[in-house]
């Protein structure tokens, strides 16, 4: 697939401080892509040098082999931000409309109502009386205006219930099928990992891994084995077994943390345990997070950056 966006040793410093520190990353047409990272990780100025709002201090960025700030490109880009700022004294028909005349091929009135959830009583509000929630779906629909092929989206999940999360992302998926890049920031790490088919986390400025929620997890946490006993047997019995790291037993339920799930599955089989329901999960995003925000330098970066660039 066609690389569309690309950051080449891109550094960002604000008044002698570096925001972001020499990353280098390309994303391909048609992917899904979370950022993470903690507040301050540099995640949004990133986002925000991607979509040409700022320059870099150091590097290059290029989207469509461009530079972002170039017409042809911005006529290609949607962007919602996490600050909810929207032109005061105008209709929300009135603004959209406004956004649309600027593209060439823009979304309909009535595909954008569909894919926002904007009540069509809003159309003729004045956006200043709109709700903080209504805000948000307009700047939606306005990143969305133009029928962009790539979507950069900063938090866009804030402050939405449980519910209307659920139907952004829906949305969003159905985006991405239509061919559509997404490029996002989130902080809930369930999201990212349901949602996105590459993370790309940074810390302090730096890209410190780079793959499917799958392959992080996979190379950064412990997998578990999970199962139901048929017949009873102790902890004690368990924190014995080769492998085991740490045991977790709910009445007949059990989840034991390896260090290596095969061998422990071997070893599980060769004891003819009396168990069924035998099923083996990865650790979560959560613990591959915390791994990376707290401790960059103690992980062997060729460990984290994988095959998905």
Not at 141 to 161: K, Q
Not at 194 to 204: D, H, L
Not at 267 to 284: A, P, T
Request: proline fraction near 3%; hydrophobic fraction near 40%.
């Amino acid at each position: 697939m066609e690389t569309i966006v690309e950051l080449r040793h891109v550094t960002k410093e604000f008044q002698g401080k570096k925001a972001v520190h020499d990353i280098s990353f390309s994303i391909k047409c048609g992917e899904m892509v979370a950022i993470l990272g903690a507040n301050g990780a540099g995640k949004t100025t990133a986002m925000r040098m991607m979509l040409g709002l700022i320059k870099p201090t150091r590097g290059t960025i290029s989207l469509f082999h461009k530079n972002p700030r170039q017409k042809e490109v911005l006529e290609k880009v949607g962007g919602m931000l996490q600050e909810v700022s929207v032109m005061d004294s105008l209709k929300v028909k009135e603004l959209i409309q406004l956004v649309q005349s600027y593209y060439q091929s823009p979304l309909a009135l009535s595909t954008l109502l569909e894919l926002t959830g904007l009540q069509e009583e809003a159309w003729n509000q004045r956006t200043e009386k709109l709700s903080g929630g209504q805000k948000r779906r307009l700047n939606f629909a306005l990143a969305l205006a133009g029928n962009p092929d790539l979507l950069f989206l900063d938090e866009p999940t804030v402050g939405m219930d449980v519910t209307s999360r659920e139907q952004f992302w829906q949305k969003i998926k159905e985006l991405n099928r239509q061919g559509k890049t997404i490029l996002f920031t989130t902080h809930y790490l369930q999201e990212a990992d349901e949602v996105a088919e590459r993370i790309i986390m940074i810390n302090k400025g730096e890209v410190v891994g780079d793959g499917t929620p799958a392959q992080l997890k996979e190379k950064l946490t412990k997998p578990r084995v999970m199962f139901q006993e048929k017949s009873p047997y102790s902890l004690k019995f368990y924190r014995e077994l080769p492998y085991v790291v740490d045991v977790q037993k709910e009445k007949e339920k059990v989840m034991l943390t390896a260090t290596n799930s095969d061998q422990l599955l071997q070893e599980l089989f060769d004891r003819q345990l009396d168990i069924q329901h035998i099923e083996v999960k990865l650790g979560r995003l959560e613990e591959v997070f915390s791994q990376l925000m707290e401790d960059t330098k103690g992980v062997n970066e060729n460990e984290i950056f994988l095959d998905a660039k």
